[in-house]
DNA sequence: GTGAAAGCGCTAACAA
DNA sequence: TTGTTAGCGCTTTCAC
């Protein structure tokens, strides 16, 4: 592999020179640079950042480790780091957990040894122990979609509670009365504080929240098809669904149609989430809306303010975005369209 | 940022000694191993990678570039990659170029300075040139769902002629005689290739496929739309639309409802990709399946094949997949369920 | 405008 | 079993 070296000594200059020829810096004479250029394409040269990185002790990456990289909602979310990232002349690296706080824990080790200037977490449970161990504590972090309680980092969240809340809102407003909702795992702060948005909506309208409607489970597609399960085994069957994410509300799908129970007509279906892409199916999925691309770009805005040496020491901030409620057809909807932005 | 002779000094041994500690090598006393145990934890010692990698001239790390990180397809892809990657003891560094040249060309400078061990890369066209240029000729390449003509590196892809052939002789047999095919771009050889498949299918049947049926475009979202808007302003409306991706599938789907053509109804649409999830929506999908996840798993595999010193001068290789038509109920299907992989 | 020299943090070869 | 030394490829003073 060419090294500085090498084309210093093929353009008969010192390394340094190499080296400011090919930082384009300015105290170079025109006619030297047009040489070492040349030796530079000759040779095909490519700097070595990571000889730079140990030079400079930055390394212009940053990390983001998602959970799901199936989710819509995270994909969307990588979109809007990736592009935020670029404008402000940083990489990225991706990383996918897939929920599991052992692969989560060996991301962060290898993110840490690799000296990235900053990590985008979404944390896969409540434990900064084991954060705090992988990771290098100079290392700002950037927590996102969920907090850590007890963990002092900027945060990136939706407000799902309230999303939820208006969904429950209009579930009751179709007529439905047993409302069941599904899939978030317990030690995820989205499942406990979607739960409260729904009980608060219902309660408010005097409508009861049995527990045996409220199913916890993994946040993927098995854990939709399972909490549906027990919900038909049950003795009451529920009027409406509401899937702790997209991922879970196609499980439920899933096992509702293999039950033999259509959606709307039986059983109405909604979730939260960034929207799946389908678009024509019907029906279409009606959900409460996080904003991903807009969290991810203000995750890395965020981490951007800790890189400067201004921002090392400033108070943890909270991002804190709003949830849209977007109708679709799923929970027997039929004023289709006053609100079409699923497509 | 503590280092490795902060610790060594700490314990009172040579950097050596915590270097073999650290690494887990048997030539330490259990004593002295314990001792330097304690200083790591204490000091929160984290190995530099960048150093080590400095030193040892090889990253354990490497990079996978997709163009469409909403794609299932690709998604896929990337799961498979990842956990291949784990397998082998690697770390897999993620970029999507967004089906964007010069952002390609970006990534893999950032890549290539950084001096990954070897490269996944799905390339956004025919121009082997920018590759080359923003690369180490050191470094190996793995091309994964699409080849570059005239550029020598080993290739995973999936066999879509043949896989389109299959689906255009389903068409035709449940009846569509005008089908068209749409959204892919001239300069990616998958499209060509698809194409092929397609007209193979209607000239073995002796059906007609009119060049004004055939009709490239982006292979996103847009793609679709733009594709139908063209078709529908033609003479004669096709009776079915083979989209050349799921993205593209999706604009179609829009485009089709917006134009207030029914599907199946009216138009059957049928695509090419990984399934995107929904299960449970009329229609489902009738698609050919590409095997992302295994293709993903593949090209890491060759890749690490790559990385061994034997490795090095073999001749390129080529991995081809078959693709499979999973039979959903968006061409008119009536015989559902008797391929209900889609699920 | 250019070069010499030091050093980032680590590992590998060698010596003790 | 442990330590010493050199050097990976670069950037950064500091001279000239």
Redesign the pocket.
Known sequence: ????????RQA?????????V??N?????????ERVQRVITELK?????????????RSGLIALLITDITSPFFTAVARGAEDAAREAGLSLLLGNSEEDSDLEAKYLRVIGERRVDGVILVPTNQAPNSLVRSLPPEIPIVLLDRSLPGFKADVVRCDTRTGTFVLGQHLLGLGHRRIAIVGGMPNIPTWPERVAGYQAALRESGVAAPPEFVIPGDYNRDGGTEAVRVLLAQGERPDAIIAANAQVALGVLDELVAAGCRVPEDVGVATIDDPFPPSAFVPRLTLVEQPGYGMGEAAVQLLVARLEPAGRAEPPREVVFEATLRIGTSCGETTIGHDDVMR
Chains 1, 2 share one sequence.
Not at 25 to 33: A, D, E, G
């Open positions: 592999m060419t090294s500085i070296e090498e084309v210093a008969g200059v010192s390394p340094s020179t190499v080296s400011r090919a930082r810096q300015t105290n170079v004479s025109t006619v030297t640079r040269y490519i700097p070595n950042a990571v000889a730079r990185g140990l030079k400079q002790a």
